[in-house]
C-alpha cells in the first residue's frame, strides 16, 4: 500500500503570496491531519479533516485553511504569506475505524512533508 | 492543559550502548501514546505505540516502551543502539474519541559515536 504522498517537497514564495499544499491519504484512510513544524516551535498541530468536515483546529490564525475532498485527500492554503510561516509542514493520514458517529483517535502514518520558504 | 514534555534535547550513546528517551505527558483524559523517529529533510515514522493493554509495548527496529499511569511517563528504550539509529525523536499524545489531534514533544535529538 502507497503511503502518505505530499505535493511538493519545495516552494519558495515571496511576502504576501498565497499557497496550496496537496495531501494525498493512505488508501482507505478518512481521517487527514496537517501540522507544521517549526525549530523554533516544534509541531504543531493546525487542523483535522473527517469525511471532507474540518473535527479539530489548533490554534493558528485564519490565513490558514484547509478543505478535504470526497476521496479523502486534503489541501491546506495558507494567505498572505509571512516570513514565519517558513516550516515543514506535515500531512498525517489516519484510519478511524469507528462507527456508529464516535469519534475516533488512531494511529497517524505521516508524509514526507512539504519545505515551504517565504522569502 | 494537554501537554508532553522531553527533558533530553539532544543525547550522544556509543554504538552499542544502551539506550533511554524520556516522555512525560500531563492529559485528563485516556492517553495515547506514541513514540516516532524523523531522519533530516524526513516526515515522521512510527516506532510504537500505546492505547491499552500491557504496558510495555514492542516497536519496529527493536526499540520499547513502557507506559507508567502513575508517573504520566512513557520512555522509549533500545537495548543496544545501531549507527542508524541518530535521528530525532518525538514523543506524542492524543485521547480516546478526541480525533486525531495529537500534541507533540520538542524531540530528543540522537546522535550515535562509533
Known amino acids: 500500500k502507497a503511503g502518505v ?6 516552494l519558495i514564495k515571496t511576502r ?6 496537496s495531501c494525498s491519504p493512505i488508501s482507505g484512510h478518512r481521517s487527514v491531519s496537517w501540522y507544521q513544524q517549526t525549530p523554533g516551535q516544534g509541531l504543531q498541530f493546525l487542523f483535522e479533516y473527517f469525511s471532507e468536515t474540518q473535527r479539530n483546529k489548533g490554534n493558528f490564525p485564519g490565513r490558514f485553511s484547509g478543505r478535504q475532498f470526497s ?5 491546506m492554503n495558507v494567505s498572505t504569506l509571512e516570513l514565519g510561516d517558513s516550516a515543514l509542514y506535515l500531512c498525517a493520514s489516519s484510519l478511524d475505524r469507528l462507527a456508529g458517529g464516535l469519534i475516533s483517535t488512531d494511529t497517524q502514518y505521516f508524509g514526507p512533508g512539504t519545505r515551504l520558504t517565504v522569502l | 492543559a494537554q501537554s508532553v514534555t522531553q527533558p533530553d534535547i539532544h543525547i550522544t550513546v556509543s554504538e552499542g550502548a544502551s539506550l ?9 483524559a485516556t492517553p495515547y501514546l506514541f513514540w516516532y523517529v524523523q531522519s533530516p529533510g524526513q ?5 510504537l505505540k500505546y492505547f491499552s493493554g500491557d504496558t510495555l509495548v514492542q516497536g519496529i527496529k527493536g526499540f520499547e516502551a513502557e507506559f507508567k499511569r502513575s508517573q504520566s511517563s ?12 541518530a535521528a530525532e525523536y ?11 489531534q495529537f500534541y507533540f514533544g520538542t524531540g530528543t535529538s ?5
Open chain 1, 5 to 10: 504522498t505530499q505535493t511538493p517537497r519545495y
Open chain 2, 110 to 114: 540522537l546522535t550515535v559515536i562509533p
Open chain 1, 16 to 21: 504576501g503570496q498565497q499557497v496550496t499544499l
Open chain 2, 20 to 28: 533511554e528517551l524520556r516522555c512525560n505527558y500531563s492529559y485528563g
Open chain 2, 74 to 85: 512513557f520512555n522509549l528504550r533500545k537495548p543496544s543502539v545501531h549507527w542508524s539509529d
Open chain 2, 43 to 47: 516526515g515522521l515514522q512510527l516506532l
Open chain 2, 90 to 100: 518525538f514523543c506524542a499524545v492524543g485521547a480516546q474519541n478526541t480525533g486525531n
Open chain 1, 71 to 75: 476521496n479523502s485527500r486534503s489541501e
